[in-house]
């Protein structure tokens, strides 16, 4: 398969500020790719270096030409802000951005499609803001691209309109369009990417399946007690258990396990308010990943209970 976008060694300073510490990446044609990272890891940066709107050193390869050459026909492009001009309904926004093309798709349409189908005739000042943000995805959309960039697109969007954009989305992945995507929604990069690549301090620190990278880094799974309980009865339990004021741990539970851990808890008299089993996601990957830390992953304030202590 062919690659639609490539960045080789890709590097950005802004002065003394490194953005952009060699990257390379490659995603295929027809994939969707989601980038992540904390603020200020690079994200932008990158997009702007793949659409050619900020300059970089190193190789970037869109649809095989250089950004600023590349069929401006063939790329989306969903800025991280984005400033249309005022006065103007959402279907003439969309209508202003369809005519810079030799082809585009009806504007009625592609506001539909962003389930905003009832508000061509409103002033975009008038929207609210998930609804403008909607509008700045259909102005992306209108050219029909082959490989669509989208910068943080569902920022401010409602839960319910952020699953139809998701849907709409996937149907365009299903077609064969190559996405690039950035997000600091790890269910939305979960669901959407076939591959993840983690962005940290200019770097590309991870990249792959985000199964893979669950599997890889994500960490075992634990099952949550929610009580005042210690860990003193539970030394036999045949888990690793450790305790805070609030909760007790068990680490590495295997969902058919969870029976067992009940029993051992009902067996140490222990009373508990609620259980809570947690599997890691793209979450713990990425709070890992860059060095930050989650309640699940704080130190145990008392000594863990473990099977070796037991034996
Ligand atoms: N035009 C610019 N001038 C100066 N510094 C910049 C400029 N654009 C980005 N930077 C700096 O480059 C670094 C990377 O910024 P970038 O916007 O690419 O991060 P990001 O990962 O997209 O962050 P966020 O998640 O907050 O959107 C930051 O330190 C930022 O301050």
Not at 50 to 70: F, I, M, Y
Not at 136 to 141: G, I
Request: negative net charge.
């Amino acid at each position: 398969m062919d690659a639609a976008l490539v960045a080789d060694d890709v590097r950005r300073t802004y002065g003394d500020t490194v953005a952009l510490d060699g990257v390379s990446l490659s995603v295929d044609e027809g994939e969707v790719f989601g980038l992540i990272g904390p603020n200020g890891a690079g994200k932008t940066t990158l997009v702007r270096a793949l659409t050619g709107t900020t300059d970089a050193e190193g190789t970037v390869r869109v649809l095989g030409e250089e950004p600023t050459k590349v069929d401006t026909q063939r790329v989306g492009l969903l800025p991280q802000s984005f400033t249309p001009p005022e006065r103007l309904t959402a279907r003439e926004l969309v209508d202003y951005y369809a005519g810079l093309y030799e082809e585009a798709r009806d504007s009625d349409g592609v506001l539909a499609d962003v389930g905003l189908g009832d508000a061509g005739d409103t002033w975009y000042e008038n929207l609210s803001g998930g609804q403008q943000r909607r509008v700045c995805v259909a102005t992306a959309l209108v050219n029909d691209p082959d490989v669509l960039f989208l910068d943080e697109p569902t920022t401010g969007i409602d839960p319910a309109g952020r699953r139809a954009l998701w849907a709409l989305l996937e149907d365009l992945a299903d077609t064969g369009t190559t996405v690039f995507l950035t997000s600091h929604s790890m269910d939305e990069v979960e669901r959407l990417a076939d591959r993840v690549g983690l962005l940290n301090d200019g770097r590309l620190v991870a990249v792959g399946s985000p199964g893979d990278l669950v599997a890889e880094h994500g960490g075992e799974t634990r099952l949550v007690v929610r009580t005042d309980a210690g860990t003193d009865a539970l030394v036999d339990a045949g888990f690793v258990v450790e305790a805070d004021a609030e909760t007790l741990t068990f680490h590495d539970v295997d969902p058919r396990d969870i029976g067992r851990a009940v029993e051992a808890l009902e067996r140490a008299g222990v009373d508990y308010d609620s259980l809570t089993w947690k599997q890691p996601g793209l979450e713990e990957v990425y709070l890992r990943l860059t060095g930050e830390t989650f309640e699940g992953m704080r130190p145990a304030e008392t000594p863990a209970a473990t099977p070796e202590a037991s034996r």
